[in-house]
Structures are given as structure tokens and as C-alpha cells.
């Protein structure tokens, strides 16, 4: 009796903690990116592609429309949502959604379902907090709509490697959350692999069923909802090489030391420097999973192997689809294609260290190395938001502009007088990125 109470108070405190560390991560990314939710600027796609489409569209079949060779299911039901709403406020709803979503990308991994992971509850809370930290992205991926595809596949994949709830209501929620995120972000294919293993390893007919239905889903994504169009014919040793560079410069170096950095040493040609640093890095983090390893169940095992598979899945998808010419389509600001790799490079690395420091023969070194360790890792996060703050920083005159134009589209669409000109509104952004808003919709 006193064992069931005190695990139904560790269930409710779970609850409590979860839901305070959610709403501290979204105060610190709010903070990180305040502009682009006070002073919204529409960010490329939600303008053009997303506000203006469905505005100059209004059927609800636009949801399902293709937007850079492929349909972005639940993104774009945000931006239908999002123009139905008065259109004064549809910019700031876009923004707060994505924020939440955001948000619970960063907490998700404090569920108590990961416990086979990291079984202390404090332990994930901190991780989810350091890795909130990290000045991972830049404002578009944590403000526009278009742009939480990336956070909805993250949410996806770290579901997929949980274990599903066992209450059949929540189950069938997270069952639908599964299908729609699937439909929302071509990279969702490397979702089929874990599900493949798990239709293998799993015994309950429940959980075969549902494994069978998302596989289903998935492949049927990729042929009715995906346009591959010239990637296959990235499909190359050249492909693997340039993914293997990426690995090392954009997603461990650049999660780590920051993208100002990354760029400044590539303009001083000093790309060595990156290679060298991110390859030491790499190093000791294999040496801590080494140290750690028996700290690790079968589960957690392939855990660890799933943050592997979006590490290289995810920078080798990114690299196919967008080709590999560098320069053109993988830039400084393509931070988004590279950042789920560095989510889960964080993530991997984190517990690398918990998992090495938990091991018996470490524990005193922990108590004389802790808080020096702690002093270290404070002042790097300090540092690396500092020096990659102009990567989360957007323009309040923009903003305002673009509050001005939205508020004149609200006013010639319902209260324009009978002899004004009905030709379009446009907000110029450099002739393919303008929003063009015609005042006489299309069905």
C-alpha cells in the first residue's frame, strides 16, 4: 500500500516537473528570439508560401498542396488555421504555435517513458534544460511554421524510440500525432527502420498493429506525398564523403562551438582547425560511452543507436535532397538541415557524460570535479549564446512593416470602400520572396 502511494506521488510530481520544465524552456526560447514573436516578420515561407497562399486560397484542400516537392501536413494546417483567424493576429499565431511546439521538441525526452534510458527523473530534467541551452538553429526554426516540420519530425523519431503508452486513449492520440507528423517532413522515412525492428522485437499484437499501420503510412508518404525529383541521383560516394564533412563541421563542431565560429574560421581557411576540433570531440565522447557502458540496458542501447540513425539519416538526407554543392544550398543560415543532427548529437553527448560520471569507480571525482565541470559548462553557454545571438535576432522595424501590411490586407478585405483600387497588396521582399495578397481570392 505505501509502495502504491508513494509511485502515484512520483507520478504526479512527474507531471508537475514535466509541465514546469516546458514552460521554462519556452520562456528561455522566447527570450533567445523575442522579436520574432513581439514584431513577427512572416519569415520567408510563412509570408509567401504559407500567409498569402492561404489567404489568395482559401479551400481547405490547400493543405494538402506541395510546397518544395513535398506535402507538409501538419505546417500547413497551422497556416490554414492561421489566415481563418482575424488577420491581424494570424502572424503572432503562427509564432506562438511554433514556440510551443519548440518547446515541447526540448521536453519531450523528460517524459517518464524514457526512464530506461536515464531512470533518475532529475537527471533527463537537467539534460532537457542544458540542451534548451544551447543556441541550437536560429529564430526562423523556433518561430516560423514552416519550419516546425523539423521540430514535428524530432518529436516523431524520439516518439518512435519510446515505448507507447499503455493507456489505449493516449495511445490512439499518439498514434494519430505519429501519422500526421509522418505526412509532414519527407525524412520521416527514417522512421521505418526503428518500426521494422520493433514489428520484429515487440510481442504484443497492439503494438505490432500499430507499428504495421505507420510503416503503411510512411511508404505511402513517400509515394503520394513526396516529389523526389533529381535526389536519387545524389545518391553517390561523393554523397557519403561531403556527409561525413558535414557531420563533422555542421553538426558536432557547430552544435558545440557555434556557427560564428564555424564561419569564421572558414573565411580565415582554417578548416582544419574545425576538422581537428570536431574529430577530438568525437573522440571524447566515445570514450565516455566507453566508460559508461555498463550503465547501459539492451533498451537504452538501442536508444543510442536511434540518436545515431537522425545523426546520420538526417545530415546524409539533408545533403541528397538539397545536392552537394555547399555553398548554394547548404549555407550559414541552412542551419535547419542540419539541426535534428545536432539535437541529437547534444543529446548523445549529455549522456555520455551522465552515464560515465554514474560509474562506481567515478564517483569521487565527481564530487572534487562537479562543480568545476559546472563553472565550465555555464561559462561556455554564456559564451555560445553571446557570440550566436545575431543568428536568433530579427528586426523590429520589419516586424512593425510587416504588422502595417497585414493590417491594410484586414482593412481592403472587409471594410474597403466601393471606388477604391482593387488591384494586390505587396509587401516586397526582393521580387520571390514578396507577399502578394489578391483582393479577389481564388477558390
Not at 512520483?10 to 516537473?17: G, N, P, T, V
Not at 523528460?110 to 534510458?117: H, I, K, N, T
Not at 513526396?226 to 563541421?249: E, F, M, R
Request: glycine content about 8%; aromatic content about 14%.
Amino acid at each position: 500500500m505505501a509502495s502504491e502511494s508513494q509511485d502515484l506521488r512520483r507520478l504526479y510530481f512527474s507531471r508537475w516537473a514535466v509541465a514546469g520544465l516546458f514552460l521554462l524552456v519556452m520562456i528561455l526560447t522566447f527570450v533567445r528570439s523575442h522579436n520574432a514573436y513581439i514584431y513577427p516578420i512572416l519569415h520567408y515561407e510563412d509570408g509567401t508560401i504559407m500567409f498569402a497562399y492561404y489567404i489568395n486560397h482559401p479551400a481547405v484542400a490547400g493543405i494538402f498542396r506541395f510546397n518544395g516537392g513535398y506535402i507538409s501536413l501538419l505546417p500547413n494546417g497551422i497556416g490554414y488555421i492561421a489566415t481563418r483567424l482575424p488577420l491581424v493576429f494570424a502572424p503572432y499565431f503562427m509564432g506562438i504555435i511554433s514556440l510551443l511546439i519548440s518547446a515541447c521538441a526540448y521536453t519531450v525526452f523528460a517524459l517518464p517513458r524514457y526512464r530506461f534510458v536515464l531512470a533518475n527523473d532529475w537527471d533527463r530534467y537537467i539534460l532537457c534544460l542544458v540542451m534548451a541551452l544551447f543556441p541550437l538553429g536560429n529564430s526562423a526554426i523556433h518561430s516560423s511554421a514552416t519550419y516546425s516540420q523539423w521540430h514535428l519530425l524530432w518529436l516523431f523519431l524520439m516518439l518512435l524510440l519510446a515505448p507507447f503508452p499503455s493507456l489505449p486513449f493516449l495511445a490512439i492520440c499518439q498514434f494519430v500525432f505519429l501519422a500526421l507528423a509522418a505526412w509532414s517532413h519527407p525524412l520521416s522515412i527514417l522512421g521505418i527502420p526503428v518500426l521494422s525492428f520493433l514489428l520484429i522485437t515487440r510481442r504484443g499484437w497492439g503494438e505490432r498493429i500499430a507499428y504495421t499501420g505507420l510503416i503503411a503510412i510512411i511508404l505511402a508518404y513517400q509515394i503520394l506525398g513526396v516529389q523526389s525529383g533529381d535526389a536519387l541521383q545524389n545518391v553517390t560516394p561523393q554523397a557519403a564523403w561531403a556527409t561525413g564533412k558535414y557531420i563533422l563541421h555542421r553538426v558536432v563542431f557547430e552544435s558545440v562551438f557555434g556557427n560564428t565560429l564555424r564561419l569564421a574560421l572558414s573565411g580565415q581557411h582554417l578548416e582544419w582547425v574545425i576538422t581537428t576540433a570536431a574529430s577530438a570531440t568525437i573522440g571524447v565522447v566515445g570514450v565516455l560511452l566507453w566508460i559508461g557502458w555498463r550503465r547501459v540496458s539492451c533498451a537504452g542501447f538501442l536508444f543510442l543507436c536511434g540518436l545515431l540513425l537522425i545523426i546520420g539519416g538526417v545530415t546524409a538526407g539533408s545533403v541528397v535532397g538539397r545536392s552537394l554543392d555547399g555553398n548554394n544550398h547548404l549555407g550559414a543560415w541552412e542551419q535547419r538541415y542540419f539541426y535534428l543532427s545536432q539535437m541529437a548529437f547534444v543529446l548523445l553527448s549529455a549522456l555520455a557524460v551522465l552515464l560515465a560520471l554514474q560509474t562506481s569507480k567515478w564517483r569521487q571525482t565527481v564530487r572534487v570535479a562537479a562543480p568545476l565541470v559546472g563553472f565550465v559548462l555555464v561559462g561556455c553557454l554564456l559564451w555560445s549564446n553571446l557570440a550566436n545571438g545575431a543568428w536568433f535576432y530579427t528586426s523590429k522595424e520589419v516586424g512593425q512593416n510587416v504588422q502595417a501590411f497585414v493590417k491594410e490586407v484586414d482593412r481592403r478585405f472587409f471594410h474597403r470602400d466601393k471606388d477604391e483600387d482593387e488591384s494586390a497588396l505587396v509587401f516586397e521582399r526582393g521580387g520571390y520572396w514578396d507577399i502578394r495578397i489578391e483582393l479577389s481570392p481564388t477558390q
